[in-house]
């Protein structure tokens, strides 16, 4: 065995064998590298490990799977590192566990190769968490949570050597009040085993939780929010797992926890929602009104169907044929730096995000990114509101492309995750197949945007309002409705009461009882309405006020102010990666690009 240790860069080279072949292993700076060496001794093909994707290094045969089993060899050593699975030109892939098993001449070259790599982890993974508090909500999806993170997640955890604390949910909002409430002192980050709904709980309380600690009101509209140091981590288990999709490329449960144990960092703009000098919620995917909310709201109805509820409400209200009257005010972003429609995609290593990055925090190294408090407006000016009314089929409001695998573009494909900007996208109300071809473009690769009735801007902040008339009838429909819910003994509280109560008192809302007062609302809209409209086949009088649908949760009020807060939060993520970049060189080939030590 050779070994430089006299550079920074450790260079440990010797003979090692896989199952009676000899191998050329050498570990050089970040990689570890093994070459097949033929009888004439000609090297052959070349498998490159970047050490920061080493899981384990295991003394002995050792396997995981089915169960874990160890046979202490005394010249045997265990490699355990990230796979990836290309399963098809341009298609996202899914990563796995890979193993490899060396053999070395002695005993001793077997140790030393042992301690190098794991000296070589240490160095060059720096930020791997040791410690997770892991909640998994046994309700989400179909009801797999539990049985994925026991048979998929914690062998993979307990390999790593990652202690986990987990919390299985009694109840709706249980994980973001631990968080809020909790002493959490040495967990490295929190993860959920759910969907979007389970990854929101943990958004607020991690946002919520920092803002506390820096006395900072999560109630003032203008306030710069602090920067949150713990990380979240998605371990998809949900029936909608779009912030998983849109930030990994991939829902898979195995792929999530790989990222986990490796440390990835990626920060994701947070939108926050106020209502008036009321925090309402944050989002990171979508802030919808009209036919989102809509969609939305029905399928709250018809819960019992299971995840089919989407696609029967969504075409319910394509056949509803709504469009609602407002006023959109925007603050746009700085247009030199991006714009939606520049055909660009927010990968992995986005250079867009890093240099977001540096405006956002100047004058800070990443190290000290998130220790300190920043502000990062304080080299912008705001910037001119510019204000459109009218008639729209749907207001949108994304912080990033909100892929999903039945839309793989997503509603905006140019988005960023954290580039301190989310992008608006305004659907003027058009006639019913204008409508289709704009829903209908998400699922293909025609362009979403290039119809004269949508116009989508990147923006900074966002105000919506009602026209003078529609305020006035909103704010007597909710006088009604009060009215109603005040002489009905058992009827419900008026939710605007009862959610602004609980985002005091972090209490839980629920979604099912926001959605009958919905229903409720739009039938004391549609007796009151003077004017008739003749919307399609499922209902003569719309309602001229829609809802909000925000990641998933109808909102209680309609007029709302959201400001995008750049890379407020960290997940354990990296992006979507780009297919076309090479994990394992084989030597010689042309496609090798900077990711092999070999041929760089
Ligand atoms: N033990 C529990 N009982 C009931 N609800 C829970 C529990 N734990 C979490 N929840 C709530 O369930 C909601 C949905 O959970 P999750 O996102 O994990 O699953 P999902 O199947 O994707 O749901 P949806 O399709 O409704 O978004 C979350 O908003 C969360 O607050």
């Given amino acids: 065995m050779t070994s430089d240790m006299e550079t920074d860069a450790v260079r440990v080279e010797s003979s090692l064998w896989i199952q009676n072949k000899r191998y050329r292993a050498l570990l050089s700076g970040w990689y570890f590298s093994w070459t097949e060496v033929d009888k004439k001794n000609r090297d052959r093909k070349t498998v490159s490990v970047p050490v920061s994707e080493v899981i384990a290094v295991e003394e002995g045969q050792v396997d995981i799977q089915p169960q874990k089993r160890v046979e202490d060899t005394d010249r045997d050593f265990t490699l355990f590192y990230v796979k990836r699975n290309i399963r098809s030109r341009g298609q996202c892939t899914s990563w796995s566990l890979g193993r490899t098993q060396f053999c070395c001449p002695s005993r001793d070259l077997r140790d030393q190769w042992v301690g190098q790599l794991r000296t070589a982890l240490k160095t060059h993974s720096p930020s791997r968490p040791h410690r997770l508090l892991v909640f998994i909500n046994p309700y989400g999806g179909k009801k797999r949570g539990k049985q994925i993170y026991h048979s998929l997640v914690a062998p993979l955890f307990e390999l790593a050597g990652i202690s986990s ?335 602004s109560h609980n985002i005091d008192n972090r209490k839980s809302i629920s979604q099912q009882h926001l959605a009958e007062w919905v229903k409720g609302r739009e039938t004391a809209n549609s007796k009151k309405r003077k004017k008739v409209f003749l919307c399609g086949p499922c209902c003569s009088k719309p309602p001229s006020v829609s809802v909000w649908n925000c990641d998933g949760e109808i909102l209680p009020q309609t007029e709302i102010s959201c400001r995008v807060h750049g890379q407020l939060v960290r997940l354990f993520a990296r992006g979507i990666e780009d297919g076309a970049v090479p994990w394992t060189c084989h030597e010689g080939n042309r496609n090798c690009k900077a990711r092999c030590s070999l041929h760089n």
Wanted: charged residues 25%.
């Fill in 165 to 499: 604390h987990v919390v299985v949910t009694d109840r709706a909002h249980q994980a973001r009040d631990h968080i809020l409430k909790k002493d959490l002192t040495g967990f490295d980050g929190v993860i959920c085993v759910g969907g979007d709904g389970m990854f929101s709980e943990l958004l607020h309380g991690v946002i919520g939780r920092t803002q506390q600690e820096a006395g900072i009101s999560e109630h003032d509209p203008n306030a710069v929010l602090q920067p949150c140091d713990l990380h979240i981590g998605i371990i998809p288990a949900g029936s909608t797992d779009c912030v998983c999709f849109a930030t990994v490329g991939i829902n898979d449960p195995v792929t999530s926890t790989l990222h986990i144990i490796i440390g990835d960092s990626q920060p994701l703009d947070v939108c926050s929602v106020h209502h008036h000098s009321m925090l309402v919620r944050y989002s990171v995917s979508l802030v919808g009104y009209g036919f989102y909310g809509d969609v939305l709201a029905e399928s709250e109805r018809h819960r019992w169907m299971g995840p089919v509820r989407y696609d029967y409400s969504g075409c319910l209200m394509y056949l509803c044929n709504r469009s609602y009257p407002g006023i959109v005010e925007y603050l746009p972003a700085d247009p030199q730096r991006s714009s939606p429609r520049d055909n660009s995609r927010c990968l992995s290593g986005c250079h867009v995000c890093a240099e977001s990055t540096e405006r956002l925090f100047p004058h800070s190294d990443t190290s000290s990114l998130y220790s300190s408090k920043l502000s990062q407006y304080s080299s912008e000016s705001e910037g001119e509101w510019v204000r459109v009314e009218g008639r729209f089929r749907c207001v949108s409001l994304t912080c990033m492309s909100s892929s999903c695998p039945r839309s793989p573009k997503g509603l905006s494909p140019s988005a960023h995750l954290a580039d301190g900007t989310g992008d608006l996208i305004l659907v003027r109300d058009t006639n019913p197949l204008g409508f289709l071809t704009y829903l209908h473009r998400h699922t293909t690769t025609q362009d979403q945007f290039d119809l004269p009735f949508v116009e989508v801007h990147r923006v900074k902040a966002v105000r919506f309002s009602l026209p003078p008339g529609e305020v006035e009838e909103e704010e007597d429909d909710h006088e009604e409705e009060r009215g109603r819910q005040s002489n009905t003994e058992e009827g419900p509280e008026d939710p605007e009461k009862h959610f």
